[in-house]
């Protein structure tokens, strides 16, 4: 019966990529990938093509590559290949209803997120940097609306105090695959139950921004080491140093037991009190660069300086440049 069923997959980022591998090792017919378009890299701006693209290729599947799925001409490319279904992971773009009503057994999505809660574009990364500590992936049906469809299936997925998007990420792909794969039959067969999203409990994540990126130093400890990791390993977080930009790749889990008592002697001038003003550089040893927050104190174990590959914190702070009393941000 999987032959039958003609499948359009449709998918850019390595998320995406075990859940195309999953349909393809259990036969399923997949007539045609789509993804976004290759975007240039590195300083040489060479393009590269997506993992799903590369995916797909060595496989030896038809792979397009519409600017905007939107535009008529792309709808007529996704028609001609007559889909049946159409499953979704992490493609990036909203599909049209044009699309969304191609496909007798509808167009499925999985989202990297525990429906409603976080709908949009960066669920895993805002996940991680608000703190949560579980969350999952959801089967859905798609619809007009920005990840509003029925829910078919969920999974929760733990958030570990050391995991990173890049680790959640991981572990979501895995889980949306096996959710995808214990599903597919059941709705195919017409057994799938569709269960109505509840508006009232929907949160949003939209894409990040420049500004998401910033450290905000009068953040507590706990919150900045949320959004250090929530960053990694994609954009990074930053703070200004000198006024250049400087990256932070890693910290240190904040704790009370670790709380230094070093840097005390640095007096507050907006306020007069002996409490560090936050972003103040308090120490630098091997262990790396502790500094000042709204509400504790942060040991930075990774850091990239303007111009500078990534390094060890503690082998920047061997270089004498930064110093205790030094602010960032």
Not at 181 to 200: C, D, F, H, W
Not at 215 to 229: C, K, L
Request: glycine fraction near 10%; hydrophobic fraction near 40%.
């Amino acid at each position: 019966m999987n032959q039958d069923i003609r499948i359009i997959f449709m998918g850019t980022p390595e998320f995406a990529v075990p859940s195309l591998n999953m349909l393809l090792d259990n036969s399923y017919n997949v007539v045609g990938v789509i993804t976004q378009p290759d975007k240039p890299q590195g300083r040489k701006k060479i393009l590269m093509p997506t993992p799903v693209k590369e995916a797909a290729e060595k496989r030896g599947l038809p792979v397009l590559q519409p600017t905007r799925l939107r535009q008529p001409e792309a709808v007529a490319q996704v028609a001609e290949l007559r889909p049946d279904l159409i499953v979704t992971a992490a493609y990036g773009q909203i599909l049209p209803k044009s699309v969304l009503d191609l496909p007798r057994f509808g167009c499925l999505n999985v989202h990297g997120s525990l429906l409603p809660r976080y709908r949009g574009g960066a669920p895993i990364q805002r996940a991680i940097i608000n703190g949560e500590t579980v969350t999952g992936v959801t089967l859905m049906y798609m619809a007009e609306g920005l990840d509003t469809g029925d829910m078919i299936s969920r999974v929760e997925v733990a958030i570990e105090p050391e995991d990173t998007s890049g680790t959640i990420f991981e572990k979501l792909s895995v889980a949306g695959a096996k959710l995808l794969q214990g599903e597919l039959p059941k709705l195919l067969a017409g057994q799938s139950v569709r269960t109505p999203q509840n508006e009232e409990e929907a949160t949003y994540a939209p894409n990040l921004s420049r500004d998401d990126e910033r450290i905000p130093w009068h953040d507590s400890a706990q919150q900045i080491y949320n959004r250090i990791r929530g960053l990694v390993p994609f954009s990074g977080a930053f703070t200004l140093w000198e006024e250049n930009v400087f990256k932070v790749w890693a910290a240190e889990q904040p704790s009370t037991e670790w709380a230094s008592t070093k840097g005390a002697f640095i007096s507050n001038e907006a306020d007069g009190s002996n409490t560090p003003a936050p972003g103040t550089v308090l120490q630098l040893n091997a262990r790396g660069i502790e500094v000042q927050t709204g509400s504790g104190t942060i040991w930075l174990t990774q850091v990239q300086p303007a111009g500078k590959k990534v390094m060890e914190a503690g082998n920047f702070a061997r270089g004498g440049q930064m110093k205790p009393g030094m602010v960032l941000g």
